[in-house]
């Protein structure tokens, strides 16, 4: 009894268990799919789970109950759960998958597609079928993503496979969907798909997916095929970034084929367009082998083998070009060996390598090339040439006595004035600034004497009395950032000087009026300087460019009426801009501007010979007398480029500002400057010091480096810089901006205006997949489309002609400009239907889009805001209005974001905490280099956001170990930060984390840099060691990177003022010297 009994209290307990399991279970499901919706790891109830309660319920009617009560309970959960959250699955996945939580992005799809596949097979569900399908293929597209991402991609291929055919992203779904069966090893497949993509001829898919197909023929070896499409991506896209693998497949092709004649000749091109691949390798090998037997590739004649050779040169190749041009030279040896031709090439081998800095070895090629050239031997050699490397060489092992004797040569017979000139530069470029100094005074005319160049020879060499007054009259004649340079300048003559009262003056003006601006952070910087100086003795020279000799008397008239004029300017009371009253939103009211009076000198009172050039100067000469004097002063350089008339938009008064100021740019009052008020010039007559020989010198303590604590930052932040940690403030979130109103955008404007811009349903359906980058692409034709229609008025009888091409890039100013890839094309981006139906529903949509063009504006820039288009989106913004005026920190910040956004924010600060490199440095880099656009090509080739040059992005491929690199994948946003943040973070690390350095490295060469520094950086300051870079465009390249650093960190982080140390260190690393 007692056993049975026994019996029975187990099998109630057991069978209480199971009940309460069953109870439980829908509960336990439930919260664990909202667990893992919202980011928390919880177990499900599994068949595991299932098993383990058999296994305790040992009653065969109590297990069969059990079971069918669990799989019912979790049927009922999982309804549960989904009926709580919905609608949020699909963006809880997209957000996990974002963030790259891939398995919990995973789980949320998976449990969603098997969800929806339910509801849709239930009946009475039918009516939700449409919907439910549209969700399913959103879920599998970024289910099918995740997994080519995480590279399991015959998973990726099987649930693309599942896609329906019908989405607005078809082309794309046959495009992904191919490159998943060919990276899966499936490539006549993907063939078939690629092909389908190409034809469906909608976006820039249908290009890749032709190169793409003619890769996946030749994988899987279906020559014939193989062959035709090789051949057309070839001739059609001759910037392809894979040109190189397009070669040998052909040439493969050909052989596979038995066409080995033509085989030769192919592997041939391939190996001659890309020596330095490794398929050019292989090509070169098979190229001997179809030679002997018998297949012979055409001869290849020796200057295109040169000419091929050099530019491997100038792209960096060195060893490879090294080895090539001593192949052409043993294959071209003469006799004697002094034939124009092996000369050529000892000059190719000479600078291949002086430019690696290598210059024992470039001085052994040039030294064998003077013997010949002094014995007679001439054929080939300039001379002038041979002597200004010699003598740069010389200066670059420490040799100036040689390097002196051997420019003297090298410019013996061009005549005294341009010889002088030349040792004067030779002198300014070595930091002798006295010598140079004194060549200058040989001929340099009192008009002369007033320009900038010569006032900073002054002020290097301690005659800091004569510099002032210069730069007080060059600040009168000047505005905007001008100005702010020469009051600046003057601040620091005054302090170079001793007079530090009027030097804290005259700092506090250009950091108040000029406080977004270089030389308003500058003066800030010196301001606490000057409250912990210590003096030292030294001083520093610099010298300025020589003029040529013909200019002499139109100088010397320059002088006359230079004088005069100044004669007529009424000086302006001095009035300290920190005690003027302010009006409006911050904005100071506007002082006096000196330079405005010149416009009134009466020039009819001058000398017959002085009037026109006061004309001139003062705004009023006009026609043919103007245009007469304006060729009379064109052959003087450096005028010749400022006061021809091929310089538009330039206004009188900024032609004659020009004149007293060759410097790199005609510079205004920029953004954010105050309401464009000028401050007053500085006071003349102020007295800075006695002239002496050796002018006291300033001794920095603080490194030149960006403290971004500010002066008192500690230097503990640089050792862990030193160890690869980022310094420097970072975003709370991966935002561009601090701002919450736009997201969401895309779909209000899908939801409003869909009908009339399709593109932006595209544009949703990508962004929701996870495809950010494609997205763009879709968004960016409704926005030039919208952009171009809204600056029109409305169409009455026919639609507008947009002038887009369809196959050009946004921003491309190189001189012959071209499509993707180099396609040539003339299709356009938004073409006119013929028929006359179709011609009519365009015009009724055209003015559609007309009569809502306000509600569009807002509308489109949201939407652009939430994919990030983020250059569309700053061009909008900088049409919209005096914003720039206002606070960056004031009720105008959101325009200050929209035109300074933090780009690609999830990007960017990857590579940045990668490599070491705060990620505001990369935007402000950014900014200057692409206006945020991944579409710029520059005059120079640089490539994508961040303008890396073709041959820096080849050298930064073999750091990063990527092979496959060809230079157009620049244009793709991530390879750009990737290669851009890596290649600047080399260049800190190259100059011991002086970040201007590095900056002026990025622009001009870091091995240029490193050149400064060894010639002129000793106990130069950095501010002057900025304003002695001899490149304009290097030198205004560091002062807008460091202004734009001090907006971003004032509009995002709170941060009043940048400071950057003085104290240069002078050694750097070797590498990277590209």
């Not at 002054?458 to 005659?463: F, I, M, P, Q």
């Not at 009426?561 to 302006?572: E, I, R, S």
Request: aromatic share 10%; hydrophobic share 35%; net charge neutral.
């Amino acid at each position: 009894m007692t056993e049975h009994r026994s019996f029975w209290y187990k099998s109630l307990g057991v069978i209480c268990f199971a009940a309460a399991a069953v109870s439980l279970v829908p509960e336990l499901a439930a919260q664990r799919f909202q667990g893992t919706a919202g980011g928390v790891d919880a177990a499900p109830i599994d068949a595991e789970g299932v098993e383990q309660v058999r296994k305790q319920l040992e009653v065969p009617g109590v297990t069969a109950t059990a079971s069918a009560k669990l799989v019912d309970a979790r049927a009922r959960a999982q309804a549960k759960a989904y009926a709580q959250i919905e609608g949020e699955a699909l963006t809880r996945a997209h957000q996990a998958f974002v963030e790259r939580r891939y398995d919990e992005a995973e789980q949320l799809l998976r449990a969603l597609i098997e969800h929806r596949s339910t509801q849709q097979a239930n009946s009475e569900q039918a009516k939700r079928t449409t919907a439910i399908e549209r969700e399913l293929d959103k879920a599998r597209l970024l289910l099918a993503h995740l997994y080519s991402e995480t590279d399991q991609h015959a998973q990726a291929a099987k649930v693309f496979a599942k896609i329906s055919d019908d989405t607005p992203v078809g082309d794309f779904v046959d495009w992904l969907h191919a490159r998943s069966l060919h990276a899966a090893g499936k490539p006549a497949q993907a063939a078939k798909l690629y092909e389908s993509a190409y034809k469906k001829d909608t976006t820039l898919v249908k290009l890749r997916a032709r190169v793409e197909q003619a890769h996946a023929l030749a994988d899987a070896k279906q020559w014939k095929e193989a062959l035709p499409v090789l051949e057309e991506s070839i001739d059609k896209f001759p910037d392809y970034p894979r040109r190189y693998l397009l070669l040998y497949q052909r040439a493969r092709a050909l052989e596979a084929l038995g066409k080995l004649d033509d085989a030769a000749a192919a592997y041939q091109e391939a190996w001659f367009e890309f020596p330095h691949k490794d398929t050019g390798v292989k090509a070169r090998q098979k190229v001997r082998q179809l030679a002997k037997q018998g297949h012979e590739a055409p001869e290849i004649d020796r200057d295109e083998l040169f000419s091929r050779y050099r530019r491997l040169r100038i792209n960096k190749h060195w060893p490879l070009a090294e080895k090539l041009f001593l192949e052409l030279l043993e294959a071209n040896k003469t006799e004697d060996g002094h034939s124009a031709f092996e000369h050529q090439i000892l000059v190719q081998l000479a600078l291949n390598d002086y430019v690696p800095q290598n210059y024992e070895e470039a001085f052994a090629w040039l030294e064998k090339l003077r013997k010949a050239y002094e014995a007679g031997h001439t054929a080939g050699i300039d001379d002038e040439f041979l002597y200004k490397y010699l003598s740069r060489t010389y200066s670059r092992m420490g040799q100036l006595d040689k390097a002196l004797a051997m420019l003297e040569k090298a410019y013996e017979n061009r005549g005294s004035y341009t010889l002088r000139s030349e040792k004067a530069q030779f002198f300014d470029d070595h930091g002798m600034y006295d010598r140079a100094k004194q060549i200058y005074d040989t001929f340099y005319s009192k008009w002369r004497k007033r320009g900038w160049q010569y006032t900073w020879l002054l002020y290097k060499t301690g005659e800091f009395q004569q510099a002032y007054e210069n730069l007080t009259r060059l600040a009168e004649r000047s505005r905007g950032q001008r100005r702010a340079k020469y009051m600046y300048w003057a601040a620091r003559t005054l302090e170079r000087g001793g007079n530090l009262e009027e030097a804290a003056k005259l700092y506090g003006d250009v950091s108040e009026a000029y406080e977004l601006g270089y030389y308003g952070i500058q003066a800030r910087n010196r301001l606490l300087d000057i409250q912990q100086r210590k003096a030292v003795d030294g001083s520093v020279l610099a010298g300025t460019q020589g003029l040529v000799e013909r200019g002499d008397e139109v100088l010397e008239e320059m002088d006359r009426a230079g004088d005069a004029l100044a004669k007529k300017q009424t000086q302006a009371p001095y009035r300290d801009p920190r005690l003027v009253q302010r009006t409006g939103e911050g904005e100071p009211a506007a002082p006096p501007q000196v330079a405005d009076q010149v416009s009134h000198v009466k020039c009819e009172a001058e000398t017959p010979e002085d009037q026109q050039f006061c004309e001139l100067m003062a705004g009023k000469l006009t026609g043919r007398s103007k245009k007469a004097l304006m060729m009379a002063l064109a052959p003087m350089r450096p005028y010749s480029g400022l006061l021809s008339t091929g310089m538009p938009g330039m206004t009188p008064d900024q032609v004659a500002e020009a004149a007293f100021d060759d410097d790199e740019s005609n510079d205004v009052v920029e953004l954010g400057d105050k309401a464009g008020a000028d401050a007053p010039a500085p006071r003349r007559g102020i007295q800075v010091t006695e002239k002496t020989r050796t002018a006291p010198r300033i001794r920095y303590n603080t490194e030149a480096r960006i403290y971004w604590e500010g002066r008192s930052d500690s230097p503990v932040a640089f050792v862990k810089a030193e160890k690869g940690q980022v310094i420097g403030p970072l975003p709370d979130e991966p935002w561009a901006y601090d701002q919450e109103d736009y997201h969401g955008g895309l779909a209000r404007a899908v939801d409003t205006v869909g009908e009339l811009f399709p593109q932006l349903e595209r544009a949703q359906w990508l962004r929701d997949a996870g495809y950010t980058k494609f997205s763009r692409w879709a968004i960016r034709d409704a926005a030039l489309e919208f952009r171009g229609l809204s600056r029109r008025g409305k169409p009455y009888s026919k639609p507008h002609e947009l002038p887009y091409e369809r196959w050009e890039h946004l921003i491309d100013n190189r001189r012959r400009e071209a499509g993707f890839w180099g396609y040539s094309s003339d299709e356009e981006r938004y073409p006119v239907p013929d028929s006359a139906r179709a011609k009519k529903r365009m015009l009724e949509r055209h003015q559609k889009i007309y009569e809502k063009r306000d509600e569009l504006d807002k509308l489109m820039l949201d939407a652009m805001k939430d994919v990030g288009d983020y250059h569309l989106v700053r061009r909008f913004t900088l049409g919209t209005g005096p914003w720039y005026r206002k606070d960056p920190q004031g009720p105008m910040r959101y325009k200050w974001m929209q035109a300074y956004p933090r780009a690609f924010p999830r990007q960017v600060l990857r590579e940045s905490i990668k490599n070491g490199v705060n990620p505001y440095l990369v935007w402000a880099l950014m900014t200057v280099e692409s206006s945020y656009n991944p579409d710029s090509i520059s005059p120079a080739d640089a490539l994508g956001l961040l303008q890396v040059i073709p041959r820096t992005g080849l050298k930064t491929a073999e750091m990063l170990g990527d092979e496959d690199f060809g230079p157009m994948d620049l244009l793709d946003e991530d390879i750009a930060i990737q290669h851009g943040a890596f290649y600047f973070s080399k260049l800190v690390k190259k100059f011991r984390g002086q970040e201007l350095l590095a900056i002026a490295g990025y622009n001009g060469g870091p091995h240029r840099v490193a050149a400064w520094m060894d010639k002129r950086g000793r106990n130069m300051p950095m501010d002057e060691f900025v304003e002695e870079i001899p490149f304009n465009e290097a030198r205004g390249y560091v002062k807008k990177v460091i202004r734009f650093l001090s907006l971003y960190l004032r509009v995002y982080e709170g941060v009043e003022e940048v400071y950057v140390g003085q104290k240069m260190r002078l050694d750097y690393l070797p590498q990277p010297n590209f």
